[in-house]
């Protein structure tokens, strides 16, 4: 069982406006790659750029979207790996929000296991890899593992709402 980590409950259905639930539900594949996405998605549901940043905004506010941008194969763009930590339990929220605060984290999630704290990092290159493991290591005071990807698997994480 996993969970994310650190736990953002979104709020229930009824909160979101139609606008926000079609932004969450119509666009989680095939962003438009183009000068202005945004005013593209905007005469796609027929409201404003503004509408739509505004929109996006909230939604990122209230914990249901967590970033927007590319999903790319990993390690075709520099490098990544995915790590674990074992983090006794009084210091698991301390030691997620340090990880995220890394620009290189994309997320960390909590499991049950031994291994309780995983998160992926990227980099430019291996050297900045490492440099960004080691400092989490030391800063956090505990021992990680990397398991870099030897062979990648293409799981399509968008789902209709």
Known sequence: MTHPY??????PRTTYTPLEWRLLDE???????????????ASHLGV????????????????AVSRVGPVLRPNRVGCSTLAAMAVPSEQIETVAALVSSYPEVNHNYQR??????WFVVTAADADHLAL?????????????????MRED???DLGFPL
């Open 6 to 11: 650190p736990a953002t409950a979104s709020p």
């Open 27 to 41: 666009f989680q594949r095939g962003f438009p790659l183009s000068p202005r996405p945004y005013a593209e998605l």
């Open 48 to 63: 404003s750029e503004i509408e739509v940043l505004t929109g996006l905004q909230r939604l990122t506010e209230r914990g």
């Open 112 to 117: 049950e296991h031994h291994y309780n704290l």
């Open 132 to 148: 960004v493991l080691g400092e989490i290591e030391r800063r956090c005071g505990l021992s990680l593992i990397s398991l870099p």
């Open 153 to 155: 698997y293409h799981i």
